[in-house]
T-cell receptor, first 113, second 114 residues
Framework: KAGVTQTPRYLIKTRGQQVTLSCSPI?????VSWYQQTPGQGLQFLFE???????NKGNFPGRFSGRQFSNSRSEMNVSTLELGDSALYLC????????????FGSGTQLSVL | AQSVTQLDSQVPVFEEAPVELRCNYS??????LFWYVQYPNQGLQLLLK??????LVKGINGFEAEFNKSQTSFHLRKPSVHISDTAEYFC????????????FGSGTQLTVLP
C-alpha cells in the first residue's frame, strides 16, 4: 500500500507569490491534516479535512487555505508569501476521524526568498 | 489550552547505553499521547501511542513509554541505543474526546555516539 504522497518535494518561491502544495492520502483514508514545521515554532497544526469538509483550523492567517477533493486528495494554498512561511509542510492521513492511526508524508520543503 | 513540554532539546548518549527522553503534558482532560520520530529530510513516523489501558506502552525499534497520570508525564525509554536511533523525537497529545489535531512538543534531538 502506497504511503502518503506529497508533491512537490522542494519548492522555491519569492515574497508575494502564491503556492499550492498537494497531498495524496493512503488509499481509503478520508481524513487529511496539514502541519507546518519550522525551527522556531516547531510543529503547528494548520487544518484538517474529512470527506471534503474542513472540520478544524489552527491559528494561522487567512493567507493559508486548503481544500479536499472527492477522492480525498488535498491541496493547501498560501497566498502573498512571506519570508516566515519558509517551512516544511507535512500532510498526514487517517482512515477514520480520529488520530489513532495517523500517517505522515515526507513533506514539502518551501523556501521563500 | 493543551501544551506539551519536552524537557531536553538535545540528548547525547553513547551506543548501547540506555536513554530516557522526557515529556510532560498539561491537559486536564483525558488525552491520547504519542511519540514520533523524524529522521533527516523525512516525515514523522509513529513510535508508539497511549490511548487507554496499560500504562506501559511498547513501540517499534525497542522503544517503550510509561504514562503517568499523576505526574502528567509520558517519558520515552530504550534500554540500549544504536547509532541508527540518532534522530529527532517528538511527543504529542490530543484530547481523547475530540481527537482532531495533535499538539506537539518542541522535540528532542537524540544523538548516539560511537
Amino acid at each position: 500500500k502506497a504511503g502518503v504522497t506529497q508533491t512537490p518535494r522542494y519548492l522555491i518561491k519569492t515574497r508575494g507569490q502564491q503556492v499550492t502544495l498537494s497531498c495524496s492520502p493512503i488509499s481509503g483514508h478520508r481524513s487529511v491534516s496539514w502541519y507546518q514545521q519550522t525551527p522556531g515554532q516547531g510543529l503547528q497544526f494548520l487544518f484538517e479535512y474529512f470527506s471534503e469538509t474542513q472540520r478544524n483550523k489552527g491559528n494561522f492567517p487567512g493567507r493559508f487555505s486548503g481544500r479536499q477533493f472527492s477522492n480525498s486528495r488535498s491541496e493547501m494554498n498560501v497566498s502573498t508569501l512571506e519570508l516566515g512561511d519558509s517551512a516544511l509542510y507535512l500532510c498526514a492521513s487517517s482512515p477514520t476521524d480520529a488520530l489513532e492511526k495517523l500517517f505522515f508524508g515526507s513533506g514539502t520543503q518551501l523556501s521563500v526568498l | 489550552a493543551q501544551s506539551v513540554t519536552q524537557l531536553d532539546s538535545q540528548v547525547p548518549v553513547f551506543e548501547e547505553a540506555p536513554v530516557e527522553l522526557r515529556c510532560n503534558y498539561s491537559s486536564s482532560v483525558s488525552v491520547y499521547l504519542f511519540w514520533y520520530v523524524q529522521y533527516p529530510n523525512q516525515g514523522l513516523q509513529l513510535l508508539l501511542k497511549y490511548l487507554s489501558g496499560s500504562t506501559l506502552v511498547k513501540g517499534i525499534n525497542g522503544f517503550e513509554a510509561e504514562f503517568n497520570k499523576s505526574q502528567t508525564s509520558f517519558h520515552l525509554r530504550k534500554p540500549s541505543v544504536h547509532i541508527s536511533d540518532t534522530a529527532e523525537y517528538f511527543c504529542a497529545e490530543t484530547p481523547s474526546g475530540s481527537a482532531r489535531q495533535l499538539t506537539f512538543g518542541s522535540g528532542t534531538q537524540l544523538t548516539v555516539l560511537p
